[in-house]
């Protein structure tokens, strides 16, 4: 009798739900009567703030509503409403992701992190812990004036959720790993809308897929306690190159992917092959940072490049603010991001050999571009992954991205496009998978296919199959974990976006 009863309530607390679910706007007021305030609908002035995304093909979507915790537990309680309701819904954070939908949602509900703004340092100096809204600028804004630095992105306004969740390339990833490897605590609200710590002492499962194995199948991270370290301001250039000087530049690139960052692992450096009409054309572009060398002369790791003549180079000694906003990329115009890696191998020929393959895309886009007079900038970027950065990688039981030291070192190639008309998109998806393909396959003809072939998750194309990239152990092991911490599936049911495992 009890337990029909009990069948019954649940049946009435249901059905009128279930019947409102054709109307879309039902999640937004129960979460409105749950979390009054906090919840933005489409008449508020407030909702284009809210919508507003680095990459406008994420604010071409329209959420039903926007809910905007202030801590954690507003968090819980908007998690248990969205369960109760079926409600699909995303999580912002600094929005950042290039591709529609990845932290947007058309007809669902956004839960936007931006009011999780604190930032506080231990008072032993060794721990920041930031609230999951913050930006990059907001970080070392905190931390430069204290002297203090943590692993984290390099560009100002980049969420510092997204980066962290999927691997995260800091500018001193040479010495210490990437962002995820420097993370001492998550809080996270699960499934069932419990809020739990995870660390290398506490739920270590859970912790251990948090670093790289990305956000979405897990649980909404309220805050990140990571390490800080003692940190003045760094040396960095950047240089512009005519694009016919790419074959000096990139056999330098091979030394350092092989060698020279290996012997001086305080050097960080990214290297873009782009293609501008107000460039005239190719250029060579790259960003390098040292964070110890004190003097405004190139540190040796970088002096090479420095003896090649460049149409520009800009050297400074300036602090991680400074930099992040030097490097940042404007808000707006259509964005597509896709990523690949290639193993090192003994000459620089596969490096070189990729470069006719950007050209043909190049071609490509161009060609498409022309008819409907869009806006059409491709870039194809190089981000090392060399043999200090995988052995810091492995500190506290290793990450989920499944490299090790013995498979590296390795090559991300990154495939960016920035156009401005939507007829393109489609067009341009297209270009850049194909040239990822190409780049595979010329890999795998020379016997430099990166093991499991891993896709750097937070570059990624969302047609990719990022996850297939970690490896079957990885893989298995990250999907064990997200089963026991939602049991249900809600996640993997409702919470749309980026890439599921
Ligand atoms: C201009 C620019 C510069 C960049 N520079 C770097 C760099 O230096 N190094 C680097 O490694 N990467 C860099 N990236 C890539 C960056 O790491 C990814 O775009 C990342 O996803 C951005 O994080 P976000 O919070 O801004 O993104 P969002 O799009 O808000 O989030 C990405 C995904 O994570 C989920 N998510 C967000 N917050 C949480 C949370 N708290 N808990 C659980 N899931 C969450 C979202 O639902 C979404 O699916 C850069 C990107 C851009 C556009
Ligand atoms: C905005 O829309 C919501 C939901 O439909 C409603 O509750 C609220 O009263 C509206 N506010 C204004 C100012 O119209
Ligand atoms: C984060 O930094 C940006 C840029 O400086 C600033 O506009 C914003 O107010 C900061 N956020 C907080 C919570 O301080
Ligand atoms: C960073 O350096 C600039 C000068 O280059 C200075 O104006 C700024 O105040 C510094 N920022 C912080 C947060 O210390
Ligand atoms: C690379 O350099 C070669 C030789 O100078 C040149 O022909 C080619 O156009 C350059 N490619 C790019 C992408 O800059
Ligand atoms: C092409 O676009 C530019 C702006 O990007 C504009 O100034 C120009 O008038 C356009 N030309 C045509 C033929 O539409």
Known sequence: MLQKWHVFMLYTSVLPVASASKHRAQPCVALAAALPGLVIFPNSTLYDTHNFYWSERQSNLS??????????????TAVKVLTRHNAPFTVKGGGHT????????????TITLASLTDITVSADRKTVSVGAGNRWINVSEALDPLGLAVVGGRSATVGVSGLTLGGG??????????????????????????????????????????????????????????????????????????????????????????????????????????????LGGYAVVSDQFHSTHANISPPAVFSPFHDVPALSVNTRIANVSRLSRDIEQAFGGRTTWWDTTVAATASPNLLLDIVPLFEAHVTRLRAAA????????????????????????????????????EDGPIMIVQVNVMWSSPLLDAAVEESCGRLIREIDTLAAERGARSKNGYIYMNY??????????????????????????????????????????
């Open 370 to 405: 022309e008819p409907v007079n869009s806006t059409m900038t491709p870039f194809m970027v190089f981000q090392p992954i060399t043999l200090n950065i995988l052995q810091a990688m492995q500190v506290n039981g290793g990450n989920a991205l499944g490299l090790k030291p």
């Open 63 to 76: 959420p039903s509503c926007f809910v905007a915790p202030n801590t954690a537990q507003d968090v819980s």
């Open 169 to 278: 390339i800091s500018y001193f990833s040479g010495t210490r790993g990437w962002a995820c490897d420097n993370v001492r605590n998550y809080e996270i609200v699960l499934a069932s809308g419990e809020i739990v710590n995870a660390s290398p002492v506490t739920n270590r499962d859970l912790f251990w897929a948090l670093r790289g194995g990305g956000g979405t199948n897990f649980g909404i991270v309220t805050r990140f306690d990571l390490a800080a370290h003692e940190q003045g301001d760094l040396w960095a250039s950047s240089l512009i190159w005519p694009g016919s000087v790419n074959t000096t530049l990139i056999p330098l690139l091979h030394d350092l992917l092989v060698r020279n960052l290996v012997a001086d692992p305080a050097a960080h450096l990214y290297f873009i092959l782009v293609n501008d009409a107000s």
């Open 460 to 501: 990624a194309g969302r047609p990719q199959d990022v996850y297939a990239g970690y490896g079957l152990e990885s893989l298995a092991r990250l999907r064990k974990t997200a089963r026991k911490w939602d049991p249900n599936g809600e996640f993997r049911k409702l919470w749309k976006g980026y890439f599921k495992l």
């Open 98 to 109: 290039p591709f529609e939908g990845a932290s947007s949602i058309e007809d669902g509900v």
